[in-house]
């Protein structure tokens, strides 16, 4: 069981507040929340050194709470084939994201999940499940936004054998709301 990664990108994303650093700036005038959809991608652990490619959809919607922090919830959809032939999984998660640098034109955060997953493939199976990565916002226009996840690792547990799967996303946000 390897957590250290997942631990250093807590510690990350929690350290200005943890240091009790603030920031010069004025409180962001941005958007309440958003909401993101698109496409994914998972390299899924099957368990027997066998791997699987899923593709599929996700949405999630954001609410902004402040300092660079967000909350949200996300839903994702992935189809394909695996061993066993057909393959379908569902996960549900709540996490927490913070934005890390401020590059023109180019929002770079770190995220930390948790939730569940349902897979079904001959038959369902639940699985707890963490997870930890980047994203990238890259606004288009006024009330549209890109967003790339290039890097998603996640942990699954399925019967007491932790799984290492690695995620991808590309997706149109839709900011809503101001504060």
């Known amino acids: 069981m390897r957590l250290p ?3 250093a990108l ?3 994303l929690f350290a200005p507040t943890l240091l009790g650093q603030t920031s010069a700036e004025a409180p962001s005038k941005g958007p309440l929340g958003n909401v993101t959809v698109g496409w994914t991608y998972l390299w899924a652990d099957q ?3 066998y791997r699987s490619n899923l593709n599929g959809w996700f949405a999630r919607p954001v609410v902004n709470v402040g300092r660079g922090f967000s909350i949200f919830f996300s839903s994702t959809n992935y189809y394909g084939h695996n061993a066993k032939g057909e393959i379908n999984s569902h996960g549900f998660t709540l996490g927490v994201a913070r934005r890390v640098f401020n590059i ?3 929002q770079p955060s770190v995220f930390l999940e948790s939730g569940d997953v ?3 493939s001959h038959g369902i199976t639940e699985e707890a499940l963490v997870a930890t990565g980047v994203g990238l916002s890259i606004p288009l226009a006024h009330r549209l936004v890109l967003s790339i996840t290039p890097a998603e690792y996640i942990f699954l547990y399925p019967r007491a054998d932790w799984r290492n799967d690695f995620n991808a996303k590309v997706g149109i946000t839709f900011p809503f ?3």
């Open 104 to 106: 023109p034109r180019i």
């Open 5 to 7: 990664l997942p631990l």
């Open 118 to 120: 349902r897979a079904s």
């Open 10 to 12: 807590v510690a990350l």
């Open 47 to 49: 368990g027997a050194s």
């Open 177 to 179: 709301g101001h504060r």
